[in-house]
T-cell receptor, first 110, second 116 residues
Framework: DARTTQPPSMDCAEGRAANLPCNHS???????VYWYRQIHSQGPQYIIH???NNETNEMASLIITEDRKSSTLILPHATLRDTAVYYC???????????FGGGTRLMVKP | EAGVAQSPRYKIIEKRQSVAFWCNPI?????LYWYQQILGQGPKLLIQ????????DSQLPKDRFSAERLKGVDSTLKIQPAKLEDSAVYLC??????????????FGPGTRLTVL
């Protein structure tokens, strides 16, 4: 019962921007959108989160559409170490529980 | 700042045996979560604690799984008896526990369980 949908896989050339889309058309107005990534054999790593406004940190930028039905995670200059599964998730109203879907497997190629 | 610690990192058992996993959250984090991640899938929440109380355990298979967080810090997750389908990575996460600007969860490295 994932509440977000993402493409199963994407490729990106090293040094180029990686734009990972996510659809979350059913999330409520006060639910945050979170992005995590998971490199093989490691726990998910927090990247960024947002509610309505676009956000930027040292790792990535998050662009949320005005209607909040979708968002895009941008890795501005992808490196080989960015190869991972990227999860877009949302928090439920009560308890901040995250529901993960299948994620997008991003392959950064030389 | 130390992250979420989990042990053991790997465990192999036979079906019908019991197993326990341990988690130490980030210092000061009131909320602790246990997730199960089956190969090829995203993590699935099993149970959430706020301090030493259970917030949600609706997806915990209570006939065989149990979890506790007696002093509101460390937590253990137990499976007894284990089944083949319990083979998965068990992830622990923690968060400060207030919404404010969201309540970001930070994950540990996980325990990989193989049931033979």
């Amino acid at each position: 019962d994932a509440r977000t949908t993402q493409p199963p896989s994407m490729d990106c050339a090293e040094g180029r921007a990686a734009n990972l889309p996510c659809n979350h058309s059913t999330i409520s107005g006060n639910e945050y959108v979170y992005w995590y990534r998971q490199i093989h054999s490691q726990g998910p790593q927090y990247i960024i989160h947002g509610l309505k406004n676009n956000e930027t940190n040292e790792m990535a930028s998050l662009i949320i559409t005005e209607d909040r039905k979708s968002s895009t995670l941008i890795l501005p200059h992808a490196t080989l170490r960015d190869t991972a599964v990227y999860y877009c998730t949302s928090s439920r109203n009560a308890g901040n529980m995250l529901t993960f879907g299948g994620g997008t497997r991003l392959m950064v190629k030389p | 700042e130390a992250g979420v610690a989990q042990s053991p990192r790997y465990k192999i058992i036979e079906k019908r045996q019991s197993v326990a996993f341990w988690c130490n959250p980030i210092s000061g984090h009131a909320t602790l979560y246990w997730y199960q991640q089956i190969l090829g899938q995203g993590p699935k929440l099993l149970i959430q604690f706020q301090n030493n109380g259970v917030v949600d355990d609706s997806q915990l298979p209570k006939d065989r799984f149990s979890a506790e967080r007696l002093k509101g810090v460390d937590s253990t997750l137990k499976i007894q008896p284990a089944k083949l389908e319990d083979s998965a990575v068990y992830l622990c996460a923690s968060s400060l526990g207030f919404r404010g600007d969201g309540d970001t969860q930070y994950f540990g490295p996980g325990t990989r369980l193989t049931v033979l």
